[in-house]
């Protein structure tokens, strides 16, 4: 029997509450189906208990579900008063309280008292598909619909070329085979044939350079009107690749100009509504402000130089970006021809969208792993588990997604003048919950700091120091801080400071590790980082996942991650021999890091 953790059950179970009569049919099957292995490929078994499964197969905690219910759950509301009796009346003499028969409470009245809260996801469908191919992808927008998440589909076909004979009719064609498609599912959806978008930049846009491509398109609210009707009658809109022309011509334009002008505009509309966001609730009115951007394609994600051409499993735009256009092979742009483009495209709707939103690609072939990225709003697996492991893991795949954030800046500073002292200080003490010793503190990193990285303003911080020991020839490379502010745990922040703190230390040397971000850049040789933890920490579990080993000295845990470069040297020069159970180089340094970490005073105030 499979293990699933509360938040998953909490979820089926307001799931299953929504659904139709069959639904309980479908749940006893899926309980049954939990007692043997589930199917290797689930995309291949096109059943009722998919949705289920791929809710259960988050297996999301506690901390990862908690962004799912805060979007999607109606909001608390206060208890009612409770009836006043006037004490100084005598209980035998007190009128009796009338006693009223309420009535059976409507579906409609239920959901205005109760509802679930639905936002919006602007999808691009990236074709051509087959029939199979397009239901497994109507599938997944049903799925997302059933867990509060609307989609506003684009169609778009690469085989067919703007100005070509009969490309209009083709993509509408297209258009109405996926509504058609989404109806044999079980949606409701509605095609918007006409132009959503203006062909051309917004009027009153200034002339400026941006970080980022602008579309060339635009939207007004009265645009929108089409998609707001569609999604208040419960509708999904499907919508082909159209924009007005200055002589109010409905002409095709690139898909990502739609749905960049889409983010635009409905973020705007949305934002104009947030006064009215309680009335939004209580009339089951969608929200408008996209929560995600989905890109379904037949390529997948992003390759990656790291992975062999594997996907990116999480990407931070901030600072990747321009390192990942640098590093995109030549032979994957004839494999991942729209990777740039489509990544492009998430850069610039995510400029528009909250800080909170996320862009995923994403193949037809992985449609059920949208509803896992849904739940937790992180990768299908961690970019910040050891490369070993990632190697060998089945959930990496060439279909594996592509997880996009807005991101932050990572840096890194080598002097402790270079820190700014009070924003390290709210960092720290918000993060671990306690007083910095300041003054003992900053003195000791004058004489040990080795380098610190920064992601952002001071929204997450790795102070790595060097350890003097009498028995190693150097000093040991020592974490002696890893914090992220509480506002941006979740938000893919420790993930990408813990990328950059292997890339700068025990991940040090390999080509994989150049990326700039201030830092030696992948230039020189690797060294073992160690660590320490409270023996009850709670994240103890995320580093016995990242660490090489472990060893229990009383009331803490020390960790260590060996140096990659190395161990991968030693390994191609032994070949089938392998490493042995302790090398030479390691005898004896679990003793000296023991010993010098033991001897490493307190930060904290007691």
Same mark, same amino acid.
């Given at each position: 029997?499979?293990?699933?953790?509360?938040?998953?059950?909490?979820?089926?179970?307001?799931?299953?509450?929504?659904?139709?009569?069959?639904?309980?049919?479908?749940?006893?099957?899926?309980?049954?189906?939990?007692?043997?292995?589930?199917?290797?490929?689930?995309?291949?078994?096109?059943?009722?208990?998919?949705?289920?499964?791929?809710?259960?197969?988050?297996?999301?905690?506690?901390?990862?579900?908690?962004?799912?219910?805060?979007?999607?759950?109606?909001?608390?509301?206060?208890?009612?008063?409770?009836?006043?009796?006037?004490?100084?009346?005598?209980?035998?003499?007190?009128?009796?309280?009338?006693?009223?028969?309420?009535?059976?409470?409507?579906?409609?009245?239920?959901?205005?008292?109760? !509802? #679930? &809260?639905?936002?919006? %996801? @602007?999808?691009?469908?990236?074709?051509?598909?087959?029939?199979?191919?397009? /239901?497994? =992808?109507?599938?997944?927008?049903?799925?997302?619909?059933?867990?509060?998440?609307?989609?506003?589909?684009?169609?778009?076909?690469?085989?067919?070329?703007?100005?070509?004979?009969?490309?209009?009719?083709?993509?509408?064609?297209?258009?109405?085979?996926?509504?058609?498609?989404?109806?044999?599912?079980?949606?409701?959806?509605?095609?918007?044939?006409?132009?959503?978008?203006?062909?051309?930049?917004?009027?009153?846009?200034?002339?400026?350079?941006?970080?980022?491509?602008?579309?060339?398109?635009?939207?007004?609210?009265?645009?929108?009107?089409?998609?707001?009707?569609?999604?208040?009658?419960?509708?999904? !809109? #499907? &919508?082909?690749?159209? %924009? @007005?022309?200055?002589?109010?011509?409905?002409?095709?334009?690139?898909?990502? /100009?739609? =749905?960049?002008?889409?983010?635009?505009?409905?973020?705007?509309?949305?934002?104009?509504?947030?006064?009215?966001?309680?009335?939004?609730?209580?009339?089951?009115?969608?929200?408008?402000?996209?929560?995600?951007?989905?890109?379904?394609?037949?390529?997948?994600?992003?390759?990656?130089?790291?992975?062999?051409?594997?996907?990116?499993?999480?990407?931070?735009?901030?600072?990747?970006?321009?390192?990942?256009?640098?590093?995109?092979?030549?032979?994957?742009?004839?494999?991942?021809?729209?990777?740039?483009?489509?990544?492009?495209?998430?850069?610039?709707?995510?400029?528009?969208?909250?800080?909170?939103?996320?862009? #995923?690609?994403?193949?037809?072939?992985?449609?059920?792993?949208?509803?896992?990225?849904?739940?937790?709003?992180?990768?299908?697996?961690?970019?910040?588990?050891?490369?070993?492991?990632?190697?060998?893991?089945?959930?990496?795949?060439?279909?594996?997604?592509?997880?996009?954030?807005?991101?932050?800046?990572?840096?890194?500073?080598?002097?402790?003048?270079?820190?700014?002292?009070?924003?390290?200080?709210?960092?720290?003490?918000?993060?671990?919950?306690?007083?910095?010793?300041?003054?003992?503190?900053?003195?000791?990193?004058?004489?040990?700091?080795?380098?610190?990285?920064?992601?952002?303003?001071?929204?997450?911080?790795?102070?790595?120091?060097?350890?003097?020991?009498?028995?190693?020839?150097?000093?040991?490379?020592?974490?002696?801080?890893?914090?992220?502010?509480?506002?941006?745990?979740?938000?893919?922040?420790?993930?990408?400071?813990?990328?950059?703190?292997?890339?700068?230390?025990?991940?040090?040397?390999?080509?994989?590790?150049?990326?700039?971000?201030?830092?030696?850049?992948?230039?020189?040789?690797?060294?073992?980082?160690?660590?320490?933890?409270?023996?009850?920490?709670?994240?103890?579990?995320?580093?016995?996942?990242?660490?090489?080993?472990?060893?229990?000295?009383?009331?803490?845990?020390?960790?260590?991650?060996?140096?990659?470069?190395?161990?991968?040297?030693?390994?191609?020069?032994?070949?089938?021999?392998?490493?042995?159970?302790?090398?030479?180089?390691?005898?004896?340094?679990?003793?000296?890091?023991?010993?010098?970490?033991?001897?490493?005073?307190?930060?904290?105030?007691?």
């Amino acid at each position: 029997m499979h293990s699933y953790s509360v938040p998953c059950r909490q979820l089926v179970r307001s799931t299953i509450k929504n659904q139709r009569s069959q639904t309980f049919k479908a749940f006893y099957a899926t309980i049954q189906s939990l007692r043997k292995a589930p199917p290797a490929d689930i995309d291949d078994v096109p059943s009722d208990n998919d949705f289920i499964l791929s809710i259960l197969r988050a297996n999301a905690s506690s901390r990862d579900a908690k962004p799912y219910f805060a979007s999607f759950s109606p909001r608390p509301r206060p208890a009612p008063a409770l009836t006043q009796i006037d004490e100084a009346t005598p209980v035998e003499f007190r009128e009796p309280l009338p006693v009223t028969e309420h009535p059976k409470v409507s579906p409609l009245i239920a959901s205005i008292i109760d !509802p #679930v &809260i639905r936002r919006t %996801a @602007l999808v691009k469908i990236q074709g051509p598909f087959n029939q199979v191919q397009l /239901d497994s =992808i109507a599938r997944g927008m049903v799925y997302l619909e059933k867990l509060g998440l609307v989609s506003v589909i684009v169609v778009e076909n690469d085989d067919v070329q703007r100005g070509e004979q009969d490309s209009r009719s083709v993509i509408v064609e297209d258009t109405m085979r996926l509504v058609s498609c989404l109806e044999k599912h079980g949606a409701r959806a509605r095609p918007v044939l006409g132009a959503v978008v203006r062909l051309g930049p917004k009027p009153e846009d200034p002339e400026t350079v941006q970080d980022f491509v602008p579309p060339e398109a635009h939207t007004f609210p009265s645009d929108l009107v089409p998609i707001r009707s569609a999604l208040r009658s419960g509708e999904i !809109p #499907v &919508i082909p690749p159209f %924009a @007005l022309d200055s002589f109010c011509r409905s002409v095709r334009i690139d898909a990502n /100009d739609v =749905i960049g002008a889409l983010a635009r505009g409905m973020v705007e509309a949305g934002s104009q509504s947030s006064s009215a966001d309680a009335s939004i609730e209580a009339s089951g009115e969608v929200d408008l402000t996209p929560l995600r951007v989905m890109i379904i394609n037949r390529e997948g994600g992003v390759p990656s130089y790291a992975r062999t051409g594997f996907p990116h499993l999480l990407i931070n735009l901030d600072s990747e970006s321009k390192h990942i256009r640098e590093t995109f092979h030549e032979s994957w742009r004839h494999t991942h021809k729209t990777a740039l483009s489509n990544l492009a495209l998430a850069k610039t709707c995510l400029t528009y969208m909250p800080p909170t939103s996320s862009a #995923v690609m994403v193949s037809h072939r992985s449609q059920s792993s949208l509803i896992g990225n849904l739940i937790t709003n992180r990768p299908a697996v961690s970019s910040s588990l050891p490369h070993a492991l990632l190697q060998g893991n089945r959930k990496l795949t060439p279909h594996t997604p592509t997880l996009i954030r807005r991101g932050l800046p990572i840096r890194v500073v080598r002097t402790v003048e270079n820190i700014d002292r009070i924003k390290m200080n709210a960092l720290l003490e918000q993060s671990f919950g306690r007083t910095l010793e300041e003054s003992d503190f900053y003195d000791r990193l004058k004489r040990t700091l080795d380098f610190v990285i920064i992601a952002g303003d001071y929204a997450g911080a790795a102070i790595v120091t060097n350890e003097p020991s009498s028995d190693l020839s150097q000093p040991i490379s020592y974490l002696d801080k890893f914090a992220v502010l509480p506002s941006h745990q979740g938000d893919g922040t420790v993930d990408f400071l813990w990328v950059a703190l292997h890339d700068e230390s025990y991940g040090l040397g390999h080509p994989f590790s150049a990326n700039p971000n201030g830092g030696k850049e992948g230039q020189g040789e690797g060294r073992d980082l160690v660590w320490r933890s409270r023996a009850n920490n709670p994240v103890n579990k995320w580093y016995f996942e990242r660490s090489s080993g472990h060893v229990r000295m009383g009331d803490w845990v020390l960790f260590w991650c060996d140096a990659e470069k190395r161990l991968k040297i030693e390994q191609g020069r032994r070949g089938r021999a392998g490493l042995s159970y302790v090398e030479d180089w390691e005898e004896g340094r679990l003793a000296s890091w023991i010993d010098v970490v033991h001897k490493i005073p307190s930060s904290w105030k007691k």
